[in-house]
């Protein structure tokens, strides 16, 4: 198992403009690690106190492994929660401020080798517009066998639930239309649960408290939405778009933290009772040599 990374000296921020906003991109973990629209910030600081990280990218597995540990070509590796990538450092492949873009690339080494037995490639684009920031992944299987992974975000919003007689909320949407209700399920231990639960919405709203939380991230699979925007009494400030099978909403339980995750994942951690192999696993995705797969999600701000 990769350890986490506390180490920051070798981490290098790179940043691009477009109009009146600003991205900034850490090499430890191509990590977006700030979103501006003038003086306001849109990201998560990482105040430890609560949760000391932006918006990690989770690669290749998103959430953990039932017994924290996956089993390919007979042999048993143990992996932590949301996989490697989010604790190395990646290398700036290119930059252009005319075009707002940057790219990142992390490739195999013998240390992801070690546990995880697969030659890749994951880019990460990040580029600007006027009102929105596409943030792109970019997988390629550069192995003579097939490539299994996960993929996902995990970008987290400044949101202080409750402020000054404010009240806040999560706007959730599909193709345009939003939704009546959420079938959600919860977190037990670490793997996903067997048990549904369907939330009623109006207008789309989804009311935010920190008891929506008690159980962990809400869990919403099958595609069920589209958008969610964070939105202070009913009007959005800032949205997530994306095409998905499955995605999360989150705030860590029990600390009354300032912040909420809109996540896009293409996997998710392993289901309660999961005992199958690495190719068995559900919501995985399967690239052969040479292929890539593509994928993202897209910030805007209102």
């Known amino acids: 198992m990769i350890p986490e990374n506390t180490d920051k000296g070798k981490i290098m921020e790179y940043k691009i403009a477009c109009g009146n906003l600003q991205a900034t991109v850490d090499t430890h973990g191509a990590e977006l690690v700030s979103l501006k629209k003038g003086d306001r910030e849109y990201i998560w600081t990482a105040d430890k106190s609560y949760w000391g990280r932006h918006a990690p990218v989770l690669f290749p597995f998103v959430g953990s492994l039932a017994g924290g540990a996956y089993t390919y070509g007979g042999k048993h590796y143990k992996m932590g929660q ?9 290398a700036l492949e290119e930059i252009s401020q ?3 873009k940057m790219t990142f690339v992390l490739r195999n080494s013998e240390e992801t080798y070690s546990v995880y037995p697969f030659h890749f490639e994951l880019r990460i684009a990040y580029q600007l517009q006027e009102d929105s920031l596409a943030v792109t992944w970019r997988v390629t299987d550069t192995d003579e066998k097939p490539l299994h992974f996960s993929l996902g975000g995990h970008p987290g919003f400044l949101c202080p639930f409750t402020q000054d007689g404010h009240e806040y909320s999560v706007q959730l949407r599909k193709n345009g239309k939003v939704l009546p209700e959420i079938r959600v399920k919860y977190l037990e231990g670490s793997v996903v649960g067997t048990d549904e639960k369907r939330i009623a919405l109006e207008n789309g709203m989804l009311p935010l408290s920190h008891d929506l939380f008690v159980g962990d991230a809400l869990i919403l699979e099958q595609a069920q939405l589209s958008h969610a925007a964070l939105c202070e009494d009913g009007t959005p400030y800032v949205g997530v778009s994306f095409e998905a099978p499955v995605a999360g909403i989150w705030s860590p339980a029990g600390k ?3 912040f909420v995750c809109i996540e896009p994942w293409f996997g998710r951690a392993d289901r309660s009772g999961f005992a199958g192999t690495l190719e068995e ?6 690239l052969y040599h040479g292929a890539s797969f593509e994928a993202g999600y897209s910030i805007e701000i209102y």
């Open 82 to 90: 949301h996989g490697f990538a989010r604790d190395c450092e990646f």
């Open 98 to 100: 005319e075009e707002a």
């Open 256 to 258: 009354d933290a300032p």
């Open 281 to 286: 696993r559900e919501y995985g995705n399967k």
